[in-house]
């Protein structure tokens, strides 16, 4: 799940990656800062959901590239 931190101190856009439901999961990370304007945009909108596909760099510092998808009430799920 994906959850805006905007009282976050470092980033007001910040939006985090949980694994699992929020409430639940654990934080695996944050959208990369580049995206994170257009993902807050896509969760007030509709429903943002991914899947991680794939988990790379070191154990110390793991890459997760997950794959997201869109929808609104106006259109179908969409994935980028």
């Known amino acids: 799940s994906f959850v805006h931190e905007d009282e ?3 980033d007001e ?4 990656v949980y ?4 409430v639940d999961g654990c934080r ?3 959208v990369m800062r580049g995206l994170n304007k257009q993902f807050i945009a896509w969760m007030m909108e509709g429903h943002v959901q991914g899947h991680i596909v794939r988990i790379n760099g070191t154990q110390e510092r793991p890459i997760i590239l997950i794959l997201t998808g869109f929808s609104c009430a106006s259109q179908k799920l969409s994935y980028s």
């Open 8 to 10: 976050n101190s470092e």
């Open 13 to 16: 856009h910040a939006v985090a």
């Open 19 to 22: 694994a699992g439901m929020q």
């Open 28 to 30: 695996i990370g944050y």
